[in-house]
């Protein structure tokens, strides 16, 4: 199972939001490149960006940050936030990210989600956001009436093999991922699933990686609040996850020293 840290982009700085509010960030630094960097020095392979702006505006706005980090780094990079069109998405992949993540398209276009898998092939995945079940878009902003197992369905159909699962009343909360409403994408849909929302402890993980070595096809967990708090560090998530990392054992400092409130 893969650990993707996170960084959620708000106008150039990494922020974190609670349960999807635009409006209840937490900026925890000012230079998300010192970020990324930071990550891999200890241990990641992968790494997961949100463009927050992107994603509540349908435009992009943090597209140079985006390129900086790329450049400054060899991790794998999957980006996701406001991508809504075959350009946007060409724009991206031409940037050196390795994925890119559909999201309120998957609900609104899924024609334009077949076609991207059809030219992409697994460098495209789809984002579902869910609260209680039922899938959210617009940056989470807009409830619809479709359960999130069915839209998963609907995009295994159009030939989309990866998804990131997210409980949007976990995300930021710190009250552990929604095991079970993960499993049950993997498992009813036949999708390899990356669990997002939640992860607050090294057992939070040890139990995705439990279900990963039964058979459950759960590729990975994103991770973001947790590592920026200090609740473990990024080694021994990493090692909780599976996978692989270095030998460093320090926990994350943000290169920011001032933690704001938006």
């Not at 020095?41 to 390129?67: C, W």
């Not at 997210?166 to 009813?188: F, K, W, Y």
């Not at 090692?239 to 994350?252: L, M």
């Amino acid at each position: 199972m893969i650990l993707f840290p996170a960084i959620d982009l708000k106008e150039g700085k990494a922020v974190r939001l609670l349960q999807g509010r635009m409006e209840d960030s937490t900026i925890y630094a000012d230079n998300p490149v010192d970020v990324a960097k930071e990550f891999e020095n200890q241990g990641a392979e992968y790494l997961h960006i949100v463009d927050l702006n992107g994603a509540f505006s349908g435009k992009p706005m943090n597209d140079e940050t985006i390129r900086r980090i790329v450049r400054s780094v060899s991790m794998k990079i999957q980006v996701g936030g406001g991508i809504r069109t075959m350009e946007r998405i060409t724009e991206l992949l031409e940037l050196g990210v390795e994925r890119v993540i559909l999201g309120t398209i998957a609900v609104k276009n899924p024609e334009l989600v077949a076609e991207a898998a059809r030219r992409y092939g697994k460098r495209v995945i789809v984002g579902i956001d869910a609260k209680d079940g039922w899938v959210a878009v617009q940056g989470w902003a807009e409830a619809t009436e479709m359960q999130a197992v069915d839209l998963g369905k609907a995009m295994k159909a159009v030939g989309i093999e990866s998804v990131v699962f997210t409980d949007i009343s976990r995300d930021g909360m710190l009250q552990g991922p929604n095991i079970e409403s993960t499993v049950q994408m993997a498992q009813e849909t036949g999708l390899s699933v990356i669990a997002s929302g939640g992860i607050s402890t090294l057992d939070d993980l040890r139990k995705l990686e439990a279900e990963a070595l039964r058979g459950v096809s759960i590729e990975g967990a994103i991770t973001g609040k947790a590592l920026y708090s200090g609740a473990f560090t990024l080694r021994e998530a990493i090692e909780s996850a599976g996978g692989r990392s270095s030998d460093t054992k320090q926990k994350y400092v943000a290169p920011s020293e001032s933690v704001k409130q938006d």
